[in-house]
């Protein structure tokens, strides 16, 4: 399988608790997003990479977020001091070029307690 | 900021209809796409837009991207029982630069066998 994976699937930790998810990208693929999706709305735009570069960042990206691709290919996101406002399913994509079709993973799941 | 208004938030069809779906905006974008998300799952690209007016088709799918840039709709022929999911519009604003996609909140699509 080619697509873009994502672990772990779900995750539920407690209140205050840190947590970081892992995306992997399509192959040659070097644009790299983050989204968050809570329910009943769409995806929301967090942060992304082209090759190892972060060069957007959303203002709902707070300093408790932080996202990294240090070697422009796969990439983690770290929530610290996590509050329950951040459960959320936690989407990643990639695409090749700047056309702009991201392909997305199946997500990560996130319940905080 | 840019928001997209889709409609209908619902529908629920037999076997066999056709569907239309829309969406708009008070602000121009310069790439539309639309994506299917099943429950659990990350969203799923069906069809890319990139001019205005461009009319594109993708099996039993057709969208069509405004001639204004603020609008796009999307059409599901002979529905099937698979058709069932949420599907998503997004849109790329033109801020120089800037690759992130602004979700719809989504319309829910139920198909009766």
């Known amino acids: 399988d080619t697509g873009v994976s994502q672990n772990p699937r779900h995750k539920i930790t407690k209140r205050g608790q840190n947590v970081t998810f892992r995306c992997d990208p399509i192959?040659?693929?070097?644009?790299l997003y983050w989204y968050r999706q809570t329910l009943g709305q769409g995806p929301e735009f967090l942060t992304y990479?082209?090759?190892?570069?972060?060069?957007?960042k959303s203002r709902l990206l707070s300093d408790r977020f932080s996202a990294e691709r240090p070697k422009g290919s796969f990439s983690t996101l770290e929530i610290q001091r996590t509050e329950q406002g951040d459960s959320a399913m936690y989407l990643c994509?990639?695409?090749?070029?700047?056309?702009?079709?991201?392909?997305f993973g199946p997500g990560t799941r996130l319940t905080v307690l | 900021g840019q928001q997209l208004n889709q409609s209908p938030q619902s529908m629920f069809i037999q076997e066999g209809e056709d569907v239309s779906m829309n969406c708009t905006s008070s602000?121009?974008?310069?790439?539309w796409l639309w994506y299917k998300q099943d429950p659990g799952e990350g969203p799923v690209l069906l069809i890319a837009?990139?001019?205005?007016?461009e009319l594109t088709s993708n099996g039993r799918l057709t969208a069509q991207f405004g001639i204004t840039r603020k609008d796009s709709f999307l059409n599901i022929s002979a529905s099937i029982p698979s058709d069932v999911g949420i599907y998503f519009c997004?849109?790329?604003?033109?801020?120089?630069?800037?690759?992130?996609?602004?979700f719809g909140k989504g319309t829910k699509l139920t198909v009766n066998p």
């Open positions: 192959s040659e693929h070097n644009r």
């Open positions: 837009l990139y001019k205005a007016g």
């Open positions: 997004a849109g790329q604003p033109p801020q120089g630069g800037s690759e992130k996609l602004v």
């Open positions: 602000s121009i974008f310069n790439t």
């Open positions: 990479f082209q090759n190892e570069a972060q060069l957007e």
């Open positions: 994509a990639s695409s090749y070029n700047s056309y702009n079709e991201q392909f």
